[in-house]
């Protein structure tokens, strides 16, 4: 087993924001997928708010469903730096979060 420092960006949407006619939490991941990051997961809220402060829920009694999204992508720090640059400009109001962690990592598994 080896550790290696890493970064994880977060992104935030909502499941309505789209990219063309693709859902843009699709698009982010078909983006990472083509540059090879170790690995990106979207994942769906069940409540929370963004910049505007307007509550998205999956509460029964709402008709249409406009909930959060955030999709989590690790790898080393220059590759997350460089798909940064990538995506950023494809975006739009999508929130971004970066922090630093550690990458454990089985022998022979992962190449620096």
Request: charged fraction near 30%.
């Amino acid at each position: 087993m080896r550790k290696l420092k890493g970064k994880r960006l977060r992104i935030y949407m909502s499941e309505t924001d789209k990219i063309e006619h693709t859902p843009l939490y699709e698009w982010i991941l078909k983006q990472a997928d083509k540059a090879k990051m170790i690995g990106a997961t979207a994942i769906r809220g069940i409540e929370g708010f963004g910049s505007r402060h307007h509550m998205h829920s999956n509460k029964i009694l709402r008709l249409s469903l406009n909930l959060p999204i955030i999709v989590e992508i690790n790898d080393v720090p220059g590759k997350i730096e460089s798909f940064l640059k990538t995506i950023e400009p494809n975006i739009g109001d999508a929130r971004l979060t970066l922090e630093n962690i550690e990458i454990i990592v089985a022998a022979g598994k992962m190449e620096e």
